[in-house]
């Protein structure tokens, strides 16, 4: 079986903070592929990043950044200076070998206030 | 590229009528899903397809959903009689294969009266 889990709910931050979002995912296959979305609140949900599980470099994408540790099965997601416009939820999911389909996290919600 | 195109955007029946929902994939990709998005279940995989044969349709509620992929551009899920407790917003999604990324449509936001 599969799970992603994102303990925190609801993050509340001031513009410019950095915030940094949680997943933790299990998994017994050793190929997979980890994912993050965004869904601002116009309710679509828009891909940020693809991570498949032999390949651990960090990404930096302008200011978001990823850190995937297999050690601690984590993939947590990192904004530099928030901005208003970051406010959104932010879902991490997981394909893995034989599932093969997205089991998603229940979310991250953040807010970034002036 | 369009991206995967969902119709309709809203829909408001009333309970016991049928619904239909339907999603055109972006061109070239081979798996199409359908997922629902509820406060309670969070977002579910409904079913999904690949090269237009369903090929896991376990997260299927119940007999009155069924979905159909009758061709590479063309997909639909049917809920007949709908219930109030199928309100949800419905999101079709599209990948090259089921191992890549999954692009996802607008979504149709279902309201059963």
């Known amino acids: 079986a599969q799970k992603v889990t994102q303990a925190q709910t609801e993050i509340s931050v001031v513009e410019k903070e950095d915030v940094t979002l949680d997943c933790v995912y299990e998994?017994?296959?050793?190929?997979?592929?980890l994912f993050w979305y965004k869904q601002p609140p116009s309710g679509e949900l828009v891909f940020l990043i693809r991570?498949?599980?032999?390949?651990?470099q960090n990404e930096i994408s302008g200011r978001y950044s990823w850190n995937f540790q297999k050690s601690t099965s984590s993939f947590n997601f990192t904004i530099t200076a928030s901005q208003v416009v970051d406010s959104a939820v932010y879902f991490c999911?997981?394909?893995?070998?034989?599932?093969?389909?997205?089991?998603f996290g229940t979310g991250t919600r953040l807010q970034v206030t002036l | 590229d369009a991206g995967v195109i969902q119709s309709p955007r809203h829909e408001v029946t009333e309970m016991g009528q049928e619904v239909t929902l339907r999603c055109k994939p972006i061109?070239?990709?081979?798996?199409l899903f359908w997922y629902r998005q509820t406060m309670m279940r969070g977002l579910e995989l409904l079913i999904y397809?690949?090269?237009?044969?369903?090929?896991?349709d376990s997260g299927m509620p119940e007999d009155r959903f069924s979905a159909k992929m009758p061709n590479a551009s063309f997909s639909t899920l049917k809920i007949q009689p709908s219930e109030p407790r199928d309100s949800a917003v419905y999101f079709c999604?599209?990948?090259?294969?089921?191992?890549?990324?999954?692009?996802f449509g607008p979504g149709t936001r279902l309201l059963v009266l």
């Open positions: 991570r498949n599980s032999f390949d651990e």
């Open positions: 397809f690949n090269n237009n044969v369903p090929i896991d």
């Open positions: 999911a997981l394909n893995s070998g034989t599932a093969s389909k997205l089991t």
């Open positions: 061109s070239g990709h081979n798996s």
């Open positions: 998994t017994r296959d050793t190929t997979y592929y």
């Open positions: 999604a599209s990948s090259q294969t089921r191992w890549e990324t999954q692009y």
